[in-house]
């Protein structure tokens, strides 16, 4: 049957068959990266999907004049860049077995169901009072939580690790992360001062020129 798995019936069999999903993949050196970004775009799309539209009674921005799509960017695409990087860094130094490519690939299929639950627990939000807002925490609960699951395994199955390392590099990625974002900050700050230092000195060489 793993022979004749075609790549997006990959994505399926890991959801599925966590345990002995994400091994049987490591083992045949299977995933795409291209299906892998797909689902990157799609992690995108249902932030987006649930940042604009839904019942009024659990999203009021959703009906907001002012759309800005740099958070939302942050909160899907940056954040999976950013948890790829720091995690093969954390996992090389700790002797992990996942390369880059590995760990991008197995992170994005994990956060399939997810995205599934993004999109429908927004979709039902249209259909559902507060009192009955229980069916969309529970959606949005369970697909989060399973892809939880699904990321440990992943990463478990990536680098070769037990359960206890998997959970400790899994925790230093994210403190990693952090890292990176900050010093991203940092250095987006120091550019934007520099922008302005060196416009300021054009626009009043500009002005002196002129009178």
């Known amino acids: 049957m793993l022979y004749d798995m075609k790549p997006w019936q990959w994505v399926k069999h890991v959801i599925f068959h966590p345990t002995e999903g994400f091994e049987d993949m490591r083992w045949k050196k299977a995933g795409s ?87 429908l627990s927004t979709a039902i939000s249209y259909g559902l009072t507060l009192d009955e807002s229980i069916w969309y925490t529970a959606i949005y609960q369970v697909g989060l939580w399973w892809s939880v699951i699904l990321m440990v395994f992943g990463m478990k199955a990536c680098h070769q690790y037990n359960f206890t390392m998997t959970i400790v590099s899994m925790i230093c990625t994210v403190a990693g992360m952090v890292l990176i974002l900050v010093l991203l900050a940092l250095v987006m700050s120091l550019f934007q001062q520099v922008y302005v230092f060196f416009a300021t000195i054009y626009t009043e060489i500009l002005y002196r020129v002129r009178s």
């Open 33 to 119: 990266l291209k299906i892998a970004f797909f689902i990157v775009f799609l992690l995108f799309a249902s932030q987006v999907f649930s940042s604009r539209y839904g019942g009024f009674a659990y999203n009021t921005r959703a009906y907001s004049d002012v759309f800005n799509i740099m958070p939302i960017l942050v909160q899907s695409v940056a954040y999976y860049a950013t948890w790829v990087v720091s995690n093969w860094s954390i996992c090389t130094l700790f002797d992990g077995e996942g390369n880059m490519r590995r760990v991008a690939i197995y992170s994005a299929y994990a956060l399939v169901p997810f995205i599934i639950g993004n999109f």
